[in-house]
């Protein structure tokens, strides 16, 4: 049951998601990578790929948000509030990247955000075994849209394909976690709908 002191404490988050520096706990995984050098074009290039990976983190931060204000079950609401901060940390390290680069984040990340929260409040209304089925699915398809960037990264930007590479392990991670809980296998046209989701944000983040 939704409570207004729940709805507060979530509408700051998402005021502080989209308007505040995002700080890392742990160590950033490209700390200890030395930068290469890499053409204006390689940049350019590095930058638009790792600005759609902060977007697709604010994405996150909003599903897990909606998903937590309206999950049943208390151990899934701590496991989505714990999987949301780590979320917050891949917002930090792709944020710092993409200035690294030279590029900007997208200026359509209150609209992503927006209806993220929305999508995410709506699948823990349906049940925590299709709320955490949906979170499932979203973090195998991010993580295949990683792996993706692994490969379209210049090969000597090793710093942005350290963070990438982590990212992954977390995202493969919090889907492993949401099966282990219970989650149902979403229906294949509402997976297929998210892919396409996915790919129209991800070619209008590229450009904006």
Known sequence: MLNLDRFIVEFDKGLRTLFSQAHSVRAYPD????EALLSEAEKQ???????????GEICA???????ALTA??????????????EETEHLA???????ELGGHLSVL?????????VLGAFAGMLGDKWNLGFLAETEQQVGGHLQSHLEKLP???EKSRAIVAQMYTDEIGHADMATGLGGAELPQIVQK????NGKIMTTLVYRV
């Open 45 to 55: 290039h590095a930058a638009a790929l790792m600005r759609v990976n902060h977007s």
């Open 109 to 117: 990340n209150p609209l992503w955000y927006t209806g993220s929260l």
């Open 72 to 85: 049943r079950d208390p151990l899934v609401q701590r496991q989505l509030h714990q999987a949301a901060q």
């Open 61 to 67: 931060q909003a599903l897990y948000q909606g998903q």
């Open 93 to 99: 390290w792709t944020a710092r990247r993409v200035h």
């Open 31 to 34: 700390a200890e990578v030395a």
């Open 155 to 157: 090969p000597q930007d």
């Open 193 to 196: 709908a998210m892919k396409l």
